[in-house]
Each structure stands twice: as C-alpha cells, then as structure tokens.
C-alpha cells in the first residue's frame, strides 16, 4: 500500500502540467491511461476514429477542461498530417506522445489476404512511426521529450494464428531500437511496452483472413489483467523512463523463456495449446 502511495506522488510530480498524446485513447488500455495520467495532472491529446467515445472517455476524467481531442485514423497518411498539424497548432510541443493504438489478428498465415496484412502494418506499424517523425522534431526543438511504444510479448515471440500482428510489432521493435541510439545525446526517451493478457477488446476486434472482425471474445483475455493495473503500471514505467517493459502475468514469462530455451518456446507454439480460437494472447 506504501508503495503504491509513493508511485501514485512520483507520478503525480512527473506528469503535472506535461502534454501527453494518447493514440487510440477510446477504449481499453487507452482509455485507463487517458484517466490515470488526468489524475497525475497532465494536459492529455485523446486521438482515435470514434469521437462520441473520445468525448466520453474525456468526460469521465476529472480535469476534462485539461484534455483536447484530435480526431487521427492510423490507416490514413492525411488524418495523421492533419492531427499532427493541429496539435503543434494548439501547444508548442509534445512531451510525451503514447502510441498505444493497434489492431490483432486471428487467422492462418496462408488463409489470410494481403490486404489484411498491410492494414495490420498500416495501423501497428507505419501509422505509429509516421506520428512519431511527425512529433519528434519540434520535442527536439524543445529539449527533449519521450516516445511510448505499445507493442506486445507478440512483438518478441511469434505464435499461430498471428504472424501478420506479430510481424507488425516486431517491426516497431526494429525501427524504435533503431532510433534510440540516434537520438540519445538529444534527451529523447524511448519506452516499449510488451503486455501479455489484458482485458480488453482486442481478441474481439481483431482482423480474420478475410478482413471481417473475428467478433469472439477470448476467454483468457478477459481473464488477464484489468486495464486500469496495465495504464498504472505503463505510467510507472514512462516516469521511471525504462528502455521496455513487460506488463501482465506468468504469460510475459514466455519472452525470457524465448530468449534462453527458443526450441521449447517453439515446440509448445506446434500444440494445438495455442490454436486454440478465444483462447489466445496478444
């Protein structure tokens, strides 16, 4: 409880007053970000392609005079232009821009169209880091700032039945490991996170082969972690300032276990164990 208490002050003191930008800030872990760092005082960007619930998620903040909303649809160059101009148009700059928005995937590799998989690349991958080249010259032009990444353990571990996401992700990984020696004499901060089960929507959302919303909830999503302990746990994180993180359960465990034991992870992967459908990770 102390702990918690000393977390909840730190984050406090950290985000008081900064301009933080939250993609896909609509709904799950978004939306708990978007009122976690309200209760830490900061000056919140809620972007997504639903205003109605853009609006809502402001209004169940505590400060929603503190919050803008700028409307961004990730699959869309323009829209990111667009907000990107706006944004610098109403604040100087941005301290903290959260990519947080992102699209699953349930179907076999060869069952699975191509235009399916560029979408997935267009919304996890490219749309992200258009944004994030977008933003950081003028946090350059301000001293520095810090870019938030929200991958997934499926950015470091592939797994049936969703080898267009997990490539997506891994991308990201690949690029944001890339710029962050670039910019690292220029107080630029990068932080990926990795969460395992969270409760959300995303099993539900996600694409099928034919590009139709898989439209199942998995079971062992909704039995994972709740949003609001991922936006905590993401927030302690970004004001610790850490490289990657991993967020959830005993499922996270299965990136170490990549790293040390691949054979077994890729063993376990052939099981019907993971082609389980609604009974999966992201």
Known sequence: ?????????????????????????????????????????????????????????RGSCH???????????????????????????VCESVDILINNAGISQRSLALETDVAVLRRLFEINTFGPITLTQGVLPKMLASGGGQVVVVSSVLGRVGMPMRAGYSASKHALHGYFESIRPELSDQNIQFTTVCPGFVDTRISYNSLQGDGQAYAMQSQVQSSGMSPDRCARQIANAVRRQKDDTLVGGVETLIVPMFRFFPSLVRGLSRTNMFLKKGEDND
């Open 1 to 57: 409880m102390f702990t918690s208490w000393l977390s909840t002050r730190a984050n406090q003191t950290f985000y008081k007053g900064k301009t933080v930008w939250i993609t896909g800030a609509s709904s799950g872990i978004g939306a708990s970000l978007s009122r976690e760092l309200d209760q830490c005082g900061a000056h919140l960007i809620l972007s997504a392609r639903r205003e109605d619930a853009l609006e809502e998620v």
């Open 63 to 89: 400060n929603p005079e503190n919050h803008r909303i700028v409307m961004l649809d990730l699959e869309d160059p323009k829209s990111i232009e667009s907000a990107i101009q706006h944004v610098h148009s």
